[in-house]
């Protein structure tokens, strides 16, 4: 089957010229990057690399970072991408559970992990010749990424070829990428977010932006970013960044000359409902779709006035298929809040090395053919004619009172406030065996007291989803992919 790195070399052979990368170090045109592919293709074949080989990848994100990602699917092996600033022990294990059985690195971090698996230093010469790779099997493995899930312990996602062929390019026709494009990379690699940033892109035959990762955590640096670049389209952005930058004080049209903003992670709902639309002047896009889907399974462009009381997340892409299903696996009705499955050709084999937790996550589907699969996706959701509405998590809502809570319909309400810039809710059990709420928020809050935001909340919340605290920050701690980082605060506010 064709591979990204195939499209490329089309590109290149129309086009050679035309910018694909521009990087810290320059730009690369298709051309360079379609010869950078083909060499570290012959050096990949030199090494070993088929289908069924995993191939970490350890470098900074730049030239070879993407060429090394093309390389390895052009081989028909899968790649696993490792974020070099992550600790090496955190490395080792994402190896380990990916079965990684080469090490694709340069000679600056040849040390990382040590001699745990077989290294290829890209910064070596490559052979001249090497057989040619058969063309890729839709079948085979294209690459392992990791999840934590709800028990925090990272599991090896394990997505093919014929399901990420077909999500880079359905997500490069729905969002309308052509070589007019100047997409910037916000995810950093290791999250699969990084595979959709980089490479619908370069399918389209679009620019890719890629700086320092830096400049993209200060909003200020962002948006300069934004404009020195001339950048059209964000395909990877959470919710959380884009509170960060609509609350950020003096920052003017952050985002002006973008015309397309995908968001995916978390809910886009808390953002939508302090009056966050209009920091996006193009199109906004709320995508929803967990890692063992390989990545995206539903689209909504959010119009210029959305209905703050909705999470809508939208209608499946081209070939997914959603489900809404109670306890005993039944359809529910129209309008009921049921249990979100997913099937279609955009699911994993599973989690590697991990029989029991594949069998509990990926069900056979009995509204389907024969050997047909569901992946049980934790979420609640209903549908209407509009599509799939986010109702929340399974493992997040929690009783209060007996009342069911979950905890992003007070974020809303809090970034609604004029002085909370961002806002994060944590349940908690005190010492007597009792839920209760904690607002986590930051902004200019110095002179508002608890009572006032109390008083704000209580003009849309009943009582029992009144926070008892409220901890001011100054800033809210983010994962690495950029979400609100709920498990450092609940560890970290337990009184």
Not at 57 to 80: K, N, Q, S
Not at 188 to 203: E, H, K, N, Q, W
Not at 213 to 230: I, W, Y
Not at 291 to 317: I, K, Q, Y
């Amino acid at each position: 089957m064709r591979t990204i790195a195939d499209d490329i070399a089309a590109h290149a052979a129309r086009t050679p010229q035309r910018i694909a990368l521009t990087t810290p170090a320059g730009d690369v045109t298709y051309a360079r990057l379609a010869a950078r592919i083909e060499e570290l293709t012959r050096l990949l074949r030199a090494h070993g690399a088929r289908p069924e080989t995993v191939c970490a990848i350890a470098v900074e994100h730049g030239t070879d970072a993407v060429a090394a990602m093309a390389a390895v699917l052009r081989c028909g092996a899968a790649f696993l991408t490792l974020d070099v600033g992550q600790p090496q022990d955190r490395l080792a294990a994402f190896v380990r559970s990916a079965g990684a059985r080469l090490l694709l690195t340069t000679s600056a971090h040849a040390s990382l992990l040590g001699q745990s698996v077989p290294t290829v230093l890209l910064d070596r010469p490559a052979p001249p010749t090497a057989p040619p790779p058969p063309a890729a099997d839709p079948r085979a493995l294209a690459y392992v990424s990791h999840t934590s899930g709800s028990t925090g312990e990272p599991s090896a996602v394990l997505i093919e070829h014929r399901s990420l062929d077909a999500y880079l390019r359905d997500t490069a026709h729905a969002f309308g990428l052509g070589p007019g494009t100047v997409a910037l990379q916000t995810a950093p690699l290791g999250y699969d977010a990084s595979i959709r940033d980089t490479f619908v892109p370069l399918l389209a035959g679009a620019r890719l932006v890629i700086v320092d990762r830096a400049r993209l955590l200060r909003p200020q640096e962002f948006a300069r970013t934004v404009r020195e670049h001339r950048v059209t389209a964000l395909l990877s952005v959470t919710p959380s960044f884009l509170s960060h930058l609509a609350g950020t004080p003096g920052l003017t049209d952050p985002l002006a000359g973008v015309t397309l903003v995908a968001s995916s992670g978390e809910s886009l709902r808390p953002f939508l409902a302090a009056g966050g639309r209009p920091l996006v002047p193009g199109s906004l896009v709320n995508q929803y779709g967990p890692t063992e889907c390989t990545m995206t399974t539903t689209r909504h462009s959010v119009p210029a006035e959305p209905d703050p009381s909705a999470d809508l997340v939208g209608v499946p892409r081209a070939g997914a298929v959603l489900r809404i299903l109670d306890a005993d696996l039944t359809p529910v009705a129209h309008g009921t809040v049921g249990e979100v499955y997913i099937g279609g050709e955009a699911l994993a084999r599973g989690y590697g090395g991990r029989p029991a937790r594949t069998a509990e996550c990926f069900v056979p589907d009995p509204f389907g053919p024969p050997g047909a699969r569901l992946y049980r996706t934790g979420d609640l959701g209903w549908w209407d004619e509009a599509g799939l509405h986010y109702a929340g998590r399974t493992d997040r809502q929690v009783k209060i009172r007996g009342y069911r809570v979950d905890p992003a319909e007070v974020e809303g309400a809090l970034l609604c406030h004029p002085g909370v810039t961002g806002a994060v809710v944590t349940s908690h059990t005190d010492d007597r065996g009792r839920v209760h709420l904690l607002a986590h928020v930051t902004g200019d809050l110095a002179d508002i007291t608890d009572a006032a935001l109390r008083g704000h909340l209580a003009r849309s919340l009943p009582p029992h989803l009144m926070p008892r605290r409220f901890q001011r920050l100054d800033t809210l701690p983010t994962t690495r992919g950029g979400k609100a980082d709920r498990r450092r605060l609940a560890a970290g506010s337990t009184r």
